[in-house]
């Protein structure tokens, strides 16, 4: 399937988790630009250094430290489907984005919104927990470790919960994401692409919804 995706919504609505899965049942490119920051700060690069400061205080990154890491990866891509996820958060960055797939003669299929209210995002994010060891991740009321405190993959005893999946810090997260990526909303609304899901509902539910959508 080549579609071309966008998923919007705040941080901890489930985005990450429904792109993975379409991208195995349609074979789309899931693009994360959380991943891909979270790679470059775990290799210590100057980008990753300076996009962790940012992160820890629970704030998004500047535009300038992502987008030409994002548009880069775009441009070695092989023709096919793609899902961006966490991007574009800015009108700015909407209209970049916009302006580099218009030279590549490539247009947006669909823009799916995922709503949730700020305190379902601090019960869910500040559950999440992360292992050191291998990445892997867990929430201690959706899917804990199988042993409290070990990681089911590797073995290693070393889960925590991000500096930006603290309280304080999702809710700073929210009102950053209001404020920023909401006019994001109506810009696509206006393109006629925009498609709101109720992130608030079970997995399986939003997905049927999301598979009628794009089989629709």
């Not at 042993?147 to 991000?162: I, Q």
Request: some cysteine.
């Amino acid at each position: 399937m080549k579609k071309h995706i966008i998923f919007l919504g705040p941080p901890g609505a489930g985005k990450g988790t429904h792109a993975s899965a379409l991208q195995s049942e349609y074979r789309l490119l899931h693009l994360s630009t959380g991943d891909m920051l979270r790679e470059a700060i775990t290799s210590a690069s100057e980008l990753g250094n300076k996009a962790s400061a940012f992160m820890d205080a629970g704030q998004l990154v500047p535009d300038e430290l992502v987008i030409d890491m994002l548009l880069e990866r775009m441009a070695s891509l092989e023709q096919g489907g793609w899902i961006l996820d966490g991007f574009p958060r800015t009108l700015p960055q909407a209209e970049a984005l916009d302006a580099r797939l218009q030279e590549q003669q490539v247009s947006i299929d669909q823009v799916f919104c995922f709503e949730v209210d700020e305190e379902k995002l601090v019960e869910r994010l500040s559950s999440r927990q992360v292992c050191k060891g291998c990445g892997a991740v867990y929430n201690t009321q959706s899917k804990p470790p199988k042993t409290l405190g070990v990681c089911d993959d590797c073995g290693k005893k070393e889960l925590y919960v991000r500096p930006d999946d603290e309280a304080d810090a999702v809710r700073k997260r929210f009102e950053v994401y209001e404020a920023q990526t909401a006019p994001l909303i109506d810009y696509y609304k206006r393109a006629g692409l925009l498609c709101r899901i109720d992130a608030s509902r079970g997995i399986e539910e939003i997905r049927a919804e999301l598979k009628r959508s794009f089989e629709g």
